[in-house]
């Protein structure tokens, strides 16, 4: 059982990885290709693009929603925090 | 032990984060969330674009008696009690057991600008699990890590 949770594990963040791999070595085109929106980024290529969040979620079919994926919003100004 | 992060460059300057999958059978989840490390916060909470990819009910959950405060404006809280963060290290698999706080922010009738303030926050990840690791961070090196010995 633990072995089988394991391999499940391993295939999340396996697949994570290569996804924020993927955008990192992307991201300034995608930045120019969708600036100001929220994009889902699945095997390693741009699934869904809008810049309503809850519309991009709704747009995924569950065959994607239920893979590992990545949301990132894209902005050029980059993302201020203050919490 | 050592679980690695990183720096996502999205934020500016960029923000330190780590991966973690999250379980829970009480709120029906098992998914990899993208935590912001914030050592100013008490606890781990997951936030609105995570509970909104998830499909997360809050409807099912616990509502907390002490809200939380200090996250972009007044947030709903509840609560999930049979919750665990699994991390990868370099020896494998670090599950520990949480009470994890899901924060929703009311964002009826606000503005597009709003909206997008209040979705763009990420997960975080607060001290009462930090608290059981060592953190080093060298943001100049891009290398960021959490360690972990008996």
């Given at each position: 059982?633990?072995?089988?949770?394991?391999?499940e594990?391993?295939?999340?963040?396996?697949?994570?990885?290569?996804?924020?791999?993927?955008?990192?070595?992307?991201?300034?085109?995608?930045l120019?290709e969708y600036?100001?929106?929220?994009?889902?980024?699945?095997?390693?290529?741009?699934?869904?693009?809008s810049?309503?969040?809850d519309?991009?979620?709704?747009?995924?079919?569950?065959?994607?929603?239920?893979?590992?994926?990545?949301?990132?919003?894209?902005?050029?100004?980059g993302?201020?925090?203050?919490? | 032990?050592?679980?690695?992060?990183?720096?996502?460059?999205?934020?500016?300057?960029?923000?330190?984060?780590?991966?973690?999958?999250?379980?829970?059978k009480?709120?029906?989840?098992?998914?990899?969330v993208?935590?912001?490390?914030?050592?100013?916060?008490?606890?781990t909470?997951?936030?609105?674009?995570?509970?909104?990819?998830?499909?997360?009910?809050?409807?099912?959950?616990t509502?907390?008696?002490?809200?939380?405060?200090?996250?972009?404006?007044?947030?709903?809280?509840y609560?999930?009690?049979?919750?665990?963060?699994?991390?990868?290290?370099?020896?494998?698999?670090?599950?520990?057991?949480?009470?994890?706080?899901i924060?929703?922010?009311?964002?009826?009738?606000?503005?597009?600008?709003?909206?997008?303030?209040?979705?763009?926050?990420?997960?975080?990840?607060?001290?009462?699990?930090?608290?059981?690791?060592?953190?080093?961070?060298?943001?100049?090196?891009?290398?960021?890590?959490?360690?972990?010995?008996?």
């Amino acid at each position: 059982m633990q072995e089988i949770k394991n391999k499940e594990y391993r295939e999340i963040f396996s697949k994570s990885k290569e996804n924020r791999e993927w955008f990192r070595k992307n991201r300034e085109k995608l930045l120019e290709e969708y600036s100001e929106q929220f994009v889902l980024i699945s095997e390693q290529r741009v699934i869904a693009y809008s810049p309503d969040l809850d519309r991009l979620i709704k747009m995924v079919s569950p065959k994607y929603r239920e893979k590992e994926h990545l949301i990132k919003y894209l902005s050029k100004e980059g993302i201020e925090l203050v919490l | 032990m050592k679980i690695e992060g990183y720096f996502d460059p999205d934020f500016k300057p960029p923000a330190p984060f780590v991966d973690a999958i999250i379980v829970s059978k009480e709120a029906g989840i098992r998914h990899k969330v993208s935590f912001l490390i914030d050592t100013g916060a008490s606890m781990t909470i997951l936030l609105d674009k995570d509970v909104k990819d998830m499909g997360l009910d809050v409807g099912r959950l616990t509502k907390a008696e002490k809200q939380v405060g200090g996250i972009g404006g007044s947030v709903e809280t509840y609560l999930v009690e049979d919750a665990r963060v699994v991390f990868e290290s370099d020896e494998g698999f670090y599950e520990e057991a949480l009470l994890l706080y899901i924060g929703v922010h009311d964002l009826t009738g606000a503005e597009e600008e709003t909206m997008k303030r209040i979705l763009v926050i990420p997960s975080l990840l607060g001290r009462e699990i930090l608290s059981k690791f060592d953190l080093y961070c060298f943001p100049r090196k891009g290398k960021l890590y959490l360690e972990y010995s008996k």
